[in-house]
RNA sequence: GGCGUCGUAGCUCAGUUGGUAGAGCAGAGGACUGAAAAUCCUUGUGUCACUGGUUCAAUUCCAGUCGAUGCCA
C-alpha cells in the first residue's frame, strides 16, 4: 500500500506488447471512474488500427481514450509533442478527477510524461536532410569524424555504429550551435501529481505464445489489406512498423506470406525484449504477474 | 530389392589431407533524450546418427546398423 499525499494520481501500466495492457487500464480506469492516456508510440496513427492493436470499439466506448487515432501517418510527430500534449491532457483531466491512467510500451513516451526530457532543438527539416544525404554518400565514418569535431565528449560516449544517434546530435549541435553534451542535462522535471507505476509480466514462452497468437489473429482480421492499403504510404516513418514492414516485403515478392507472418512474429517478440530491457532499468515499476492480476488493487489501494 | 548421396549447434549448412569443430538464421543479454513497434552493440561445447574395426589418436578412414533422399527395378 502506498501513501500518498493529497496531490492527484497518475497510474501508469507499462509492459511488453501483447501482455495485456489494454483490458487492464480499461478495468482500472472504469474503477477510479476516470479517463486513459495512451502512450504507445503507433497507436497515434488512425491508419493503423489492426497493425496496432488498437482497443476495439466496445473498448473505447467503455472509457474515454486519449492518442488513439488522434494523427495521421503523414503527420510529422514526435516524443517532445506528445510530453506537451499529455500533459495538457492530464491537467484537463484532472480538474474533474483525482486518479488517471497512463498506459502504453513505448518507454521513451512514458518518461517524457512521468519525468520530462531536456530541451532540445525539433529537427529543421533541411538540416536533417544534407546529414542523411552526408551519411548515404560518404558513410557512418564521415557521421563519426563531424561528430568528433562538433562535440568531442559525446563522440566518446554514443554507440558510433549507430546512425540515427550519430545524425541528431550533429544535427542539434548545428542547429543550436552548442554542444549536444551540454544539454543533454537528464535532469528530471517535477510533475505537480504522485505517480504509480505498474509493470505487467508474465513467464517468456507465455510471452511468445500470445505474441504469436495475437499476430495470427491480426491476420485474420485483415492486417494485409490494411496494409496493402497503406503500401504507397510506406516511406513515412510510421510505416517503419512491426507488422508493416514484412508485409510491405511480401508485396514486393521479396518474402512469401509465410515467412512474413514468421517474420512478424519474430520481429515482434525482439521488441518485447526491448521493451522489457527498457522497463527492467526503471527501479520504480511495481512488477504484477498477468495470472495474479487482481492482485493490482491491493497496490493501488489509496 | 539393387546402386548412389546424405546424417555436424533449436534450424539451414560449412569443415577437419586423422590431433574432439564454425558461419548465417533463431535464441539470450545490453544500450537508448524530438525517427523509439525506430536505431545500435555483445553473445556460438555440440553424445560431429548408432555399433564395431584400423590407429598413439576417429567426427574425419573401413565395415555393419538405423534414418532420410534420389535413380534403377
Known amino acids: 500500500m502506498i501513501n500518498l499525499t493529497h496531490k492527484n494520481t497518475l497510474i501508469v501500466i507499462a509492459g511488453p506488447t501483447g501482455i495485456g495492457k489494454t483490458a487492464l ?58 510530453e506537451q500534449d499529455a500533459l495538457q491532457t492530464l491537467e484537463t483531466i484532472f480538474t474533474t478527477q483525482t486518479t488517471a491512467v497512463l498506459v502504453g510500451g513505448s ?11 531536456d530541451e532540445l532543438p525539433d529537427p529543421d527539416p533541411e538540416l536533417r536532410e544534407s546529414i542523411k544525404t552526408l551519411f548515404y554518400e560518404n558513410g557512418i565514418t564521415a557521421l563519426q569524424s563531424k561528430l568528433k ?40 522535471k517535477p510533475r505537480d501529481f504522485n505517480i504509480i507505476k505498474i509493470g505487467l509480466f508474465t513467464d517468456r514462452e507465455v510471452m511468445y505464445w500470445r505474441i504469436n497468437q495475437r499476430t495470427d489473429k491480426m491476420i485474420k482480421d485483415g492486417l494485409i489489406d490494411e496494409a496493402f492499403s497503406l503500401l504507397s504510404f510506406r516511406n513515412y516513418n510510421a510505416l517503419n512498423t512491426v507488422g508493416y514492414k514484412e508485409l510491405f516485403n511480401y508485396f514486393d515478392k521479396t518474402l512469401t506470406l509465410e515467412e512474413a507472418i514468421d517474420k512478424i512474429k519474430i520481429n515482434t517478440r525482439r521488441y518485447a525484449k526491448r521493451q522489457l530491457t527498457w522497463f527492467n ?22
Open 281 to 302: 532499468k526503471d527501479k520504480n515499476i511495481i512488477w504484477i504477474d498477468i495470472n495474479n492480476i487482481k492482485n493490482i488493487y491491493d497496490v493501488l489501494n489509496f
Open 149 to 188: 569535431l562538433l562535440d568531442p565528449e559525446y563522440y566518446n560516449q554514443v554507440d558510433r555504429d549507430n546512425p540515427k544517434r550519430l545524425m541528431r546530435a550533429i544535427e542539434v549541435c548545428i542547429t543550436t550551435g552548442k554542444t549536444y553534451t551540454s544539454l543533454r542535462l537528464s535532469n528530471p
Open 107 to 117: 518507454g521513451l513516451y512514458l518518461d517524457a510524461v512521468c519525468k520530462g526530457i
Open 25 to 82: 487500464a480499461i478495468d482500472v480506469a472504469m474503477h477510479f471512474n476516470t479517463e486513459i492516456v495512451s502512450a504507445d508510440s503507433r497507436q497515434f496513427y488512425k491508419e493503423l488500427k489492426i497493425g496496432a492493436a488498437f482497443p476495439n470499439r466496445k473498448e473505447l466506448s467503455a472509457v474515454k481514450h486519449h492518442f488513439i487515432g488522434n494523427l495521421s501517418i503523414t503527420d510529422e510527430y514526435n516524443v517532445s509533442k506528445y
